[in-house]
């Protein structure tokens, strides 16, 4: 059970339900079809149907909405311990496309396999219910960073989410985690256009709050900088399992 219980989903998991070593056992039983996917191959396709559903084992993706004139619109990215395309199987088509943004390894998950593991242990669908709420919760946070937030909140804000993010799966710290995300990326996420975050950056950078370059965020002074936004994580709700 070594392996599971210090994988990114079971961490992600363990942060709402504690989850005993035979729910484990059936999260484990989720993994066996392991598959690798290239960045900017995509894994589900705005539209389609029957599509199957992944558990994020390593690598970034993101999920975003493409619009009849070409132009895109990223509504979250993706990291390990996250499903992917989980509404793909309840939904009969796919509202949204999911792209790699790096390699990435990935369990393949129909929906009967799903149904089954949640009918075997109903603490496990307790489980995946709450991080999904989280989930939910974050894209409410996202329409607050678009609508209300400006350019440089909005940006320090999203960052420190996927900060957060990152530490509850072990891949982050206060002072930083490797990030591939593109300035260009970053544009379609936060309604801004790339030379726009290149100048908040820049200022982050030089009022020495935070400095994204070489694919690794670093917070430069983490706790001043979660005051300038105003960031408060409660609404990511992963302080510890308040179901056991």
């Not at 994988?7 to 035979?22: C, H, Q, R």
Request: hydrophobic share 45%.
């Amino acid at each position: 059970m070594t392996a599971i219980h210090e994988s990114p989903i079971a961490l992600k998991l363990g942060a709402f339900v504690a989850l005993s070593d035979a729910e484990l056992s059936v999260l484990d039983e989720l993994h066996r079809r392991r598959r690798t996917f290239l960045a900017g191959r995509d894994l589900v396709l705005q539209g389609q149907s029957d599509q199957s559903a992944y558990i994020l084992a390593s690598g970034w993706a993101c999920s975003y909405k493409l619009q009849a004139s070409g132009s895109r619109q990223i509504v979250d990215f993706q990291v390990p311990g996250d499903f992917l395309g989980l509404r793909s199987i309840l939904f009969r088509t796919a509202d949204h496309t999911i792209e790699p943004v790096t390699n990435v390894e990935a369990s393949e998950v129909h929906a009967r396999d799903l149904l089954n593991a949640f009918s075997r242990t109903p603490k496990l669908a307790t489980a995946v219910l709450w991080a999904a709420s989280r989930d939910e919760a974050m894209v409410v946070e996202h329409l607050v960073n678009l609508g209300r937030r400006n350019a440089r909140e909005r940006t320090a804000h999203f960052l420190l989410e996927l900060g957060a993010r990152l530490k509850l799966v072990g891949l982050a710290t206060n002072a930083g985690y490797e990030c591939p995300l593109s300035q260009y990326m970053l544009a379609d996420a936060l309604g801004l256009t790339a030379v726009h975050i290149n100048r908040v950056l820049r200022e982050l950078r030089e009022d020495g709050l935070l400095t994204f370059q070489k694919g690794r965020v670093t917070f430069d002074d983490f706790d001043r900088l979660v005051a300038s936004v105003d960031f408060d994580k409660t609404y990511l709700d992963q302080d510890g399992p308040l179901l056991r």
